[in-house]
C-alpha cells in the first residue's frame, strides 16, 4: 500500500495511533491463529494478534520471537480480563449429568471437570508483558485491576478492549483505553460483554458503531460481520477509524483453524451461526454443531467461564477422532460464508485498496 493510498483514509487516528499503513486489525483467534496469521496480516500493512488467554508464557515467548524474526512491525497481544471462577462441585455436578448421556453414547468417562484452559490476566502474564514489550496489549472482558493496568501502561503498549454497549465504551475510555473496539452481535467467537450479559440486549454493529463513536473521544474500531472491502467502507462511513476483522480469515492458510472447522466454514450459510455459553459458560458465536441443537444453544445449567469448556473435552476428543464436529466450538461470525481460501496478506492488501476505492466513490456516486 503506497503512503498516497494510506493518506486517503478519512481518519488516520488508528493508523497514527497503532503505527500501521492500513486500518485494518486481525483479531486474536484463540486455537485458530498463531503468529504465522499475525506475520502475515502485519506484513500487509496491518496490526497482527497473538491470542494469549490460552498460552502459557514460554509459548507467548515463542511466538512472539517467531513474529519479531518476521516482522518489522507493531504486535498486539490479546489477553482476557475475567474474575476467576469460584469453585462450584454441584454446578460441575450438574452439568456433567446433562452430558451424560453423551459419555455413555460415545464410551468415554467425564474425567475432571475442573479448569478451563483460559487464563485471565494477572501479575504473571503483566511481567510478560513488561519483558516482550508489545506495542499493543488488548482486553476481552473488560480490563484488569488499575495496578496491573498501570504498569501494561508503562511499558509503553497502546491498551485496547471490547466493548458491546455504549455504556460499556465510556467506562473503557474513562478508564484510559487508547481505542475502543466496538463488537457488534455479529461477531464470531465470545462476546467481550462485562457490565451486562444480557445478550439479547446487545446491539448489532451498524446501530453499535455511530453511537460508539459519538459518546467516546478515542478512536472505535469496528468488529462484527465485516468480511470485504464494503463492509470496511461502511465502518467509516459509520465513524470507524479502523476495523477488526477475524471469521475471515479463517479459511486462510496461514490460520490454524481445525479441519473439522474449516470444513464447516466451507458450507456456511448466514442464517448458520447463534450465540451459545455451552462450550465455555460465557456467550460466543459458533456455526451451529449438535450439541447446539439438542441442548439449545443458551443454557442455564452451565458452569461459569471457562469452566464448562472441562467436561466437553474428552466428547470433543472421540468426536473429532471419528471425523465429527458434533461437540467442538466453531466460532464463525454471520459473514462466514464470505470467507475466502487465499493467503491473509493478498486479502488484506485486497481490503484496503478495494474499501479505499469504495470510499472514494462517495455517496451515489457510480
Known amino acids: 500500500m ?13 493508523l497514527d495511533l497503532l503505527g500501521i499503513a492500513v486500518p485494518i486489525l486481525q483479531a486474536p483467534m484463540a486455537g485458530s491463529n498463531d503468529a504465522a496469521l499475525a506475520i502475515a496480516v502485519a506484513q500487509a500493512g496491518g496490526l497482527g494478534a497473538i491470542p494469549c488467554a490460552t498460552l502459557d508464557p514460554e509459548r507467548i515467548r515463542a511466538e512472539v520471537a517467531r513474529f519479531r524474526a518476521a516482522a518489522a512491525a507493531p504486535l498486539n497481544l490479546n489477553f ?9 462441585a454441584e454446578a460441575l455436578a450438574r452439568w456433567r449429568k446433562r452430558l451424560a448421556r453423551y459419555y455413555a453414547e460415545l464410551g468415554v468417562d467425564a474425567g475432571d471437570a475442573g479448569g478451563g484452559g483460559r487464563a485471565p490476566f494477572d501479575a504473571t502474564l503483566c511481567a510478560l508483558v513488561e519483558e516482550l514489550r508489545p506495542e499493543v496489549v488488548s482486553f476481552h472482558f473488560g480490563l484488569p485491576g488499575p495496578a496491573l493496568l498501570a504498569r501494561v ?30 463488537q457488534g452481535a455479529e461477531a464470531g467467537g465470545h462476546r467481550g460483554c462485562f457490565l451486562d450479559l444480557d445478550v439479547a440486549t446487545q446491539p448489532g454493529l451498524f446501530a ?47 490460520a490454524t483453524t481445525a479441519p473439522l472447522h474449516r470444513a464447516a466454514l466451507r458450507e456456511a450459510r448466514d442464517d448458520a451461526t447463534a450465540l451459545t455459553n455451552l462450550f465455555t459458560g460465557r456467550p460466543a458465536r459458533g ?22 469448556a472441562a467436561a466437553l473435552a474428552p466428547l470433543r476428543a472421540r468426536a473429532e477422532a471419528a471425523g ?12 462466514a460464508a464470505l470467507a475466502q481460501e487465499r493467503p491473509a496478506g493478498v486479502l488484506t492488501r485486497e481490503w484496503a485498496a478495494q474499501a479505499l476505492h469504495w470510499l472514494a466513490r462517495g455517496p451515489g456516486r457510480a
Open 324 to 335: 465429527a464436529a458434533d461437540f467442538q466450538p466453531l466460532w464463525a461470525g454471520q459473514a
Open 153 to 182: 501502561r508503562r511499558s509503553g503498549a497502546k491498551v485496547l478492549a471490547s466493548a458491546t454497549t455504549v455504556a460499556e465504551a465510556r467506562w473503557l475510555a474513562e478508564r484510559g483505553c487508547d481505542a475502543v473496539v466496538a
Open 2 to 14: 503506497s503512503m498516497q493510498a494510506d493518506a486517503a483514509w478519512p481518519d488516520r487516528r488508528a
Open 287 to 308: 456455526l451451529l454443531n449438535r450439541l447446539m441443537r439438542e441442548l439449545g444453544p443458551m443454557g442455564e445449567d452451565v458452569p461459569p467461564f471457562p469452566l464448562a
Open 208 to 254: 453499535l458503531l455511530p453511537q460508539v463513536a459519538d459518546a467516546v473521544a478515542v478512536p472505535v474500531i469496528a468488529a462484527g460481520g465485516i468480511a470485504a472491502a464494503r463492509g470496511i467502507a461502511a465502518a467509516f462511513a459509520l465513524g470507524a477509524a479502523g476495523v477488526q476483522i477475524g471469521t475471515a480469515y479463517l479459511r486462510t492458510p496461514e
Open 80 to 88: 482476557f480480563a475475567h474474575a476467576p471462577p469460584r469453585a462450584d
